[in-house]
């Protein structure tokens, strides 16, 4: 079974048990055993068609295995109420998912004003989480057109926590973004997971990035877990020659250089030269 961050035998948060899911037929994910525990963040990568967004969609009740089952709090999703549970998750996808006709503020606010919050208490949470994910407030009045792609980001990071959520899910939140504004939402992301001690399954395909957000990370393929562990896990002690296989193919702009013999040195300041 994967796990992520466990403590001490208590009943994980989230939990795949013989999970299977099948799309016209084709098994695109599974048999999957998966579990993280309160507090643990687990990031998920793979390559294209490993059924990365499906396990999200799964852990959400947007989709239903075909065998096994998808718990929270150990409680089966289908014994649950679908719209109560979504309420406790918060869902970040690539791009925002920003509603065109709302401003930043009222996408930030709309599952709030749904529920009847008062206006000054919605205000107050937008704020407060505007300044955690260092979004300036004058941005709160502009139209999703009028952001850059960081920033709606953060405005959907903004969303998705206005109702305390206790869990996260990303599905490759940064993966349509320049990398100097990646790498700044990415030290951003790090600094909120550990503030709000969520529970967090993060998606992407960048094992650098993986690393950063994700206490554990879970390579699938073809709907399967191929390894669960941290970075140095999957590169000391592959499981698979798949693994190496992947993580060879995390190239850098560097290795072009290293190849023709040149020197390669950390920036100034930098994060440091893969």
């Known amino acids: 079974m994967l796990t992520a961050a466990p403590d001490g035998g208590a009943v994980p948060l989230l939990e795949l048990r013989g999970v299977l899911k ?11 055993d998966l579990a993280v525990a309160r507090g643990g963040t687990l990031a998920v990568v793979g390559p294209s068609g490993a059924g990365k967004t499906t396990l999200l969609r799964l852990l959400l009740g947007l989709e239903q295995p075909d065998e ?12 649950v109420d679908l719209l109560a549970l979504r309420r406790r998750i918060g869902y970040v996808v690539q791009g925002g998912g920003l509603f065109p006709h709302l401003t930043a503020e009222g996408n930030a606010g709309l599952v709030a004003r749904w529920l009847r919050w008062e206006e000054p208490r919605l205000r107050a949470r937008v704020a407060e989480l505007a300044e955690l994910a260092r979004l300036p407030a004058e941005l709160l009045t ?41 790498a700044d939402l990415q030290d951003d992301l790090a600094a909120a997971f550990a503030r709000l001690r969520k529970t967090v399954v993060l998606v992407t395909h960048d094992l650098a990035e993986a690393a950063l957000l994700g206490g554990r990370i879970a390579l699938l393929r073809d709907g ?8 140095d896990d999957l590169f000391r002690r592959p499981a698979d020659p798949f693994v190496t296989r992947f993580l060879r193919a995390q190239r850098s702009p560097f290795d072009s ?10 920036p100034p300041g930098g994060r440091g030269v893969p």
């Open 22 to 32: 099948r799309h016209r037929g084709a098994t695109v994910l599974g048999p999957l």
């Open 68 to 79: 096994g089952e998808v718990r929270f709090g150990g409680v089966p999703l289908s014994q």
């Open 142 to 182: 502009r139209y999703p057109a009028q952001l850059s792609g960081g920033q709606a980001q953060r405005v959907a990071l903004v969303r998705a926590l206005v109702l305390d959520p206790e869990v996260l899910l990303l599905d490759e939140p940064l993966g349509a973004l320049d990398p100097v504004t990646r």
């Open 224 to 231: 399967r877990a191929v390894q669960e562990g941290t970075l």
């Open 257 to 266: 250089l290293r190849a023709s013999g040149g020197t390669v040195a950390a």
